[in-house]
């Protein structure tokens, strides 16, 4: 079993920027790969990014690429999700996941264990 903690949302203007972090602990050596999604009420849960660890890959969606950045410690138990120029439309609950399985995904279904989330809220 792996537990993540999500920390770092809050309220930030259009523009600024906010650093999630996400911890691991129990069997964090099982994972593969760290995805963070985000969701507003209502709606699914969205995929923004993951770091694939065995090869340091990083996958973006366009809605946030260029602005966030996925990253790991070297210890690969805390995770990282630098949010830059801010906007409105950013503004949701942002999870992370874990996954222990082989290669990537951007599908929530496909991740095997989940943070509860940490809330962000951009101002306009």
């Known amino acids: 079993q792996v537990q993540l903690v999500e920390s770092g949302g809050g309220l930030v203007q259009a523009g600024g920027a906010l650093r999630l972090s996400c911890a691991a602990s129990?069997?964090?050596?099982?994972?593969?790969?760290v995805g963070w999604f985000r969701q507003v009420p209502g709606k699914e849960r969205t995929w923004l990014a993951t770091i694939q660890m065995s090869y340091g890959t990083m996958y973006y969606s366009d809605s946030v690429k260029g602005r966030f950045t996925v990253s790991a410690n070297d210890d690969k138990k805390t995770f990282f999700l630098q949010m830059n120029d801010l906007k409105a439309e950013d503004t949701a609950k942002y999870y992370c996941?874990?996954?222990?399985?082989?290669?990537?995904?951007?599908?929530?279904?496909?991740?095997?264990?989940w943070g509860r989330g940490t809330q962000v809220t951009v101002s306009s």
């Open positions: 129990g069997q964090s050596w099982d994972i593969e790969s």
């Open positions: 996941a874990a996954r222990s399985g082989g290669g990537w995904s951007e599908k929530a279904m496909q991740y095997d264990y």
